[in-house]
């Protein structure tokens, strides 16, 4: 007998006509619309005077968003304690409880560590449940290995340059492409943060023409395929 995986159980209680489909044929760094990705939320840094928006995460269900673990152990040691949702630009430094909500817990990967890129995830427990609607909801994990001609979208706020440090304060998509393991790992032969190179866990995707890419620095950026394309 067949068990249901917890992503896909929370999948079944998303009403897909209540979400946009993704647009895929808009392939560069783009503002996203409201409602778009209503997974996507922004985790928020407690500076003393206000908060800091610096990375991302996608929520799971009504009381777990999935981040990466280089988010929450930083080396300056100051964790997020609170996640803004069901917006694509983020606005204001203070406690908003109509978007905000306080993180209860902070699950690492048990198999993390800071001086490799393996198995960089961390689960957020929030100390409420998420009242979802069509801005804020809950993603749906793909279970199956991504076909390389599949098309992929990046979502993600923060660092929009590896040159300056631009930044932005909108929820910004472009598309990618999956890229094979052998062919990845070609270009992380030589980089300590992977000295066992790509992991059979692990995928990449990219922009053959090298325009269009996730993260150049701390961030947790999602990233997508349309709901009803086979994989």
């Given at each position: 007998?067949?068990?249901?995986?917890?992503?896909?159980?929370?999948?079944?209680?998303?009403?897909?006509?209540?979400?946009?489909?993704?647009?895929?044929?808009?392939?560069?760094?783009?503002?996203?619309?409201?409602?778009?990705?209503?997974?996507?939320?922004?985790?928020?840094?407690?500076?003393?005077?206000?908060?800091?928006?610096?990375?991302?995460?996608?929520?799971?269900?009504?009381?777990?968003?999935?981040?990466?673990?280089?988010?929450?152990?930083?080396?300056?040691?100051?964790?997020?304690?609170?996640?803004?949702?069901?917006?694509?630009?983020?606005?204001?430094?203070?406690?908003?409880?109509?978007?905000?909500?306080?993180?209860?817990?902070?699950?690492?990967?048990?198999?993390?560590?800071?001086?490799?890129?393996?198995?960089?995830?961390?689960?957020?427990?929030?100390?409420?449940?998420?009242?979802?609607?069509?801005?804020?909801?809950?993603?749906?994990?793909?279970?199956?290995?991504?076909?390389?001609?599949?098309?992929?979208?990046?979502?993600?706020?923060?660092?929009?340059?590896?040159?300056?440090?631009?930044?932005?304060?909108?929820?910004?998509?472009a598309n990618?492409?999956?890229?094979?393991?052998?062919?990845?790992?070609?270009?992380?032969?030589?980089?300590?943060?992977?000295?066992?190179?790509i992991s059979?866990?692990?995928?990449?995707?990219?922009?053959?023409?090298?325009?269009?890419?996730?993260?150049?620095?701390?961030?947790?950026?999602?990233?997508?395929?349309?709901?009803?394309?086979?994989?």
């Amino acid at each position: 007998m067949k068990v249901e995986r917890t992503a896909d159980k929370e999948c079944q209680k998303i009403i897909a006509s209540s979400i946009p489909p993704l647009d895929l044929h808009i392939l560069g760094g783009e503002a996203a619309s409201l409602g778009e990705f209503p997974h996507m939320v922004a985790l928020g840094y407690d500076r003393g005077d206000g908060y800091e928006f610096d990375c991302g995460g996608s929520v799971l269900s009504q009381t777990y968003v999935l981040s990466a673990a280089h988010c929450v152990d930083t080396l300056d040691r100051i964790q997020p304690t609170i996640i803004r949702g069901g917006i694509i630009e983020i606005s204001g430094k203070q406690f908003n409880p109509e978007t905000d909500d306080r993180i209860a817990e902070i699950i690492l990967n048990p198999r993390y560590t800071r001086k490799e890129k393996y198995h960089d995830l961390a689960l957020l427990r929030l100390e409420n449940p998420l009242q979802f609607t069509s801005n804020l909801n809950a993603v749906c994990l793909e279970t199956n290995e991504a076909d390389p001609t599949t098309t992929l979208t990046i979502t993600g706020w923060g660092k929009t340059s590896n040159t300056r440090d631009t930044r932005s304060n909108v929820l910004l998509k472009a598309n990618v492409t999956t890229v094979a393991r052998s062919k990845c790992g070609e270009s992380y032969t030589n980089w300590r943060k992977l000295p066992n190179g790509i992991s059979p866990d692990q995928m990449c995707a990219g922009d053959p023409q090298g325009i269009r890419d996730t993260c150049q620095t701390r961030c947790a950026r999602a990233i997508l395929k349309a709901l009803g394309i086979p994989v």
